[in-house]
């Protein structure tokens, strides 16, 4: 089957660095997409990576290894704004999103 | 308006009745989806609309069915529904299908509540 991971739910502290992992194992590979979603919002688009390698957005990163399956989302900075859960999503050969469950990510004063 | 907007927010409906969910998009996109999220669970595709006609239905139970009279505007028809299909019901829209860069835009999403 085709499936996503990722931690359920982690907590860390304002100003600091964060690391959330996403591992699959899916039917192809045309790209990784990472979400943010606030409590009672819609998600919102992140980052998109193909390639190997990091792609940085401000205080953003997302980081991909395509022979690992493994993918992770590096926020620099944090802010209490950046409370919310996270998604990771890959786009299989047939450009289906194949979801994973989400990060949910608590920063704490 | 711009982006991509649900209503109502929140509904509460008994099993015996019938409601519908409204998704309007005025981003001059192609592609619409309706998605079921459920606490903890990853996200569960339903319907893909593609320039108006419908291209994915994942095993849905009829008590859903979809309606896309046009590209900007997609409904959820329900009918006698179950307490399990309680979840927040999120509408999205993408430019095109079929391509790896495949950006999706959601609503806000629809808080069911089934009695």
């Known amino acids: 089957g085709q499936n996503i991971d990722q931690p359920t739910e982690m907590t860390a502290t304002e100003g600091a660095i964060v690391q959330i992992n996403c591992t699959y194992q899916?039917?192809?590979?045309?790209?990784l997409f990472w979400y943010q979603q606030h409590a009672g919002e819609a998600p919102t688009f992140l980052s998109y990576?193909?390639l190997d390698g990091l792609e940085e957005k401000g205080r953003f990163s997302s980081f991909l290894s395509r022979s690992k399956g493994y993918s992770y989302l590096l926020l620099k900075e944090l802010q209490m704004k950046d409370s919310a859960s996270y998604l990771c999503?890959?786009?299989?050969?047939?450009?289906?999103?194949?979801w994973g469950a989400g990060t949910k990510l608590i920063i704490k004063p | 308006e711009t982006g991509v907007t649900q209503t109502p927010r929140h509904l509460v409906m008994g099993m015996t009745n019938k409601k519908s969910l409204k998704c309007e998009q005025h981003l001059g996109h192609n592609a619409m989806y309706w998605y079921k999220q459920s606490a903890k669970k990853p996200l569960e595709l339903m319907f893909v609309?593609?320039?108006?006609?419908?291209?994915e239905n994942n095993s849905v139970p009829s008590r859903f069915s979809p309606e896309c009279p046009n590209s900007s505007h997609l409904f959820l028809h329900l009918h006698t529904l179950q307490p399990e299909d309680s979840a927040l019901y999120l509408c999205?829209?993408?430019?095109?299908?079929?391509?790896?860069?495949?950006?999706?835009?959601f609503g806000a999403g629809s808080r069911l509540t089934v009695l």
């Open positions: 990576n193909v």
């Open positions: 999205a829209s993408s430019r095109d299908r079929g391509t790896g860069a495949n950006v999706l835009t």
């Open positions: 609309y593609s320039l108006e006609e419908r291209v």
């Open positions: 999503a890959v786009s299989n050969s047939n450009y289906q999103l194949i």
């Open positions: 899916t039917s192809g590979f045309n790209g």
